[in-house]
């Protein structure tokens, strides 16, 4: 079979949309002839890795419109323009290519989004869109709690969703999908309203057989002080707010709280720290390399990650792989990965309740440890089950397969 991949992020040994590309190449090219459109800014490091580790029926293609090749970092509305014209390009490209190629399939796979067309859905073959996420937002009642800079952000990304989905192609792109993947039951709702015909939740987050391995290793830390940790960076929507709250709120004298990130919120969280009288059992660390960030996650007894709008969440999944429960709201890319057998979610109606439901959460898995030693043994099985990047690219070979029966059916 010959497959079309699009991966506008697609970098090797990293994780987020990069590493989602990068994963879903190789499992690709596991089945079948696979072509792949990306950036020119991931040429170096796809061909170090490529010539330490090549795989010939793995075929990059690398463009840029008029030779942009910047990663944009920091300058988000540069980036999306640019990744809109990649797009394009990428059509006039492909139609090309498929004269002397003859796709079989055409995949979408990052970046991960369903405000935004894939211009690949227009050629005369079967097109997978996703999985796509992007309709996850802040329920209203918590933007109260939001500066200013957050409100604003909040705004512009409604804004955003919202013209994007009256892009005629964006609706073009849903209509013509064969099946349209998408990580959260949010954004599925979105792309049924958008009239693709075919909607199935499938999230984007995975993990190798190494990286599985590598967290099932950590030994369970000793019981005293129970810790609980939340991951990620320090912005309003991430919740680490409701975290503290909840955690001043459930009075666990002997616990402890680690947060591992940086961002324009820390000073913000620290000065709520104060005001809640938990300074002395509270500790930021700041953004730390992966290695040691895992090493922190593998210290503590429970992840608390209240984010409000989460598509991925891939540190429940990293945790879960460790052995270790999590506390969530019910939203979002969290909700989809956590079970009631690996983790507690709560509510989210509003920050009063929420905060509530996370401090029971709280004292309830202080109290229990064989209850977390349950939830986390459920969790790494999970994780072999669900999230292995090999059980992944088994489902997208199947799914191609079963694909082509229809059309030659």
């Known amino acids: ?4 991949l699009s991966a506008f992020a697609c970098e090797p040994n990293l994780g987020s949309e990069e590493g ?5 190449v190789l499992q690709a090219a596991k089945y079948h002839e696979t072509w792949v459109f990306t950036r020119t800014f991931c040429r170096s490091f796809i061909e170090a890795e490529l010539k330490d580790n090549p795989i010939p029926n793995l075929h990059f293609i690398y463009f840029d419109p008029f030779g942009w090749s910047d990663d944009w970092k920091g300058k ?3 980036l999306q323009l640019h990744y809109y014209l990649w797009q394009i390009w990428a059509y006039f490209i492909a139609r090309k290519l498929d004269r002397s190629i003859g796709f079989d399939i055409v995949h979408h796979v990052t970046y991960v989004k369903h405000w935004s067309p894939s211009f690949l859905a227009l050629l005369p073959h079967p097109f997978i869109w996703g999985p796509v996420g992007g309709a996850e937002a802040a329920p209203k009642p918590f933007w109260k709690d939001f500066s200013r800079r957050g409100k604003i952000y909040e705004t512009l990304r409604e804004l955003a969703q919202g013209l994007g989905e009256r892009d005629p192609f964006v609706g073009l792109t849903a209509r013509r999908s064969v099946v349209a993947l998408a990580t959260t039951e949010e954004t599925a709702a979105r792309l049924r309203f958008l009239k693709a015909q075919n909607v199935k939740i499938f999230s984007q987050v995975g993990l190798s057989q190494q990286e599985i391995q590598e967290l099932e290793k950590f030994p369970t830390p000793p019981e005293e ?3 609980f940790i939340s991951v990620g960076r320090l912005l309003h929507w991430k919740g680490v707010h409701l975290g503290l709250r909840a955690f001043a709120e459930a009075k666990l004298t002997e616990a402890e709280y680690w947060i591992v990130g940086g961002g324009p919120e820390r000073q913000r969280l620290e000065a709520l720290v104060t005001e809640l009288g938990i300074a002395d059992r509270v500790f930021f660390f700041g953004a730390l390399p992966r290695a ?3 090493s922190k996650m593998g210290e503590s007894h429970v992840l608390l990650h209240p984010s409000l709008h989460d598509s991925g969440g891939g540190v429940c999944t990293e945790m879960m792989g460790i052995g270790r429960p ?3 709201l019910d939203l979002g890319g969290p909700a989809t990965q956590v079970t009631a057998e690996t983790g507690i979610k709560v509510k989210a109606t509003d920050p009063e309740s929420a905060v509530q439901g996370l401090a029971a959460a709280i004292v309830c898995l202080a109290g229990d440890p064989e209850l977390r030693s349950r939830l986390g043994k459920s969790g790494q099985k999970r994780v072999r089950e669900v999230y292995d990047w090999n059980i992944k690219g088994q489902f997208f070979a ?12």
Request: glycine fraction near 10%.
């Open 76 to 78: 988000q509305g540069l």
């Open 292 to 294: 040691q960030t895992l």
């Open 326 to 328: 999590t506390i969530c």
């Open 1 to 4: 079979m010959k497959v079309l």
């Open 225 to 227: 002080p129970i810790r």
């Open 20 to 24: 989602v590309g990068w994963n879903t």
């Open 398 to 409: 199947e799914l191609c397969a079963e694909i082509l029966h229809q059309k030659s059916g």
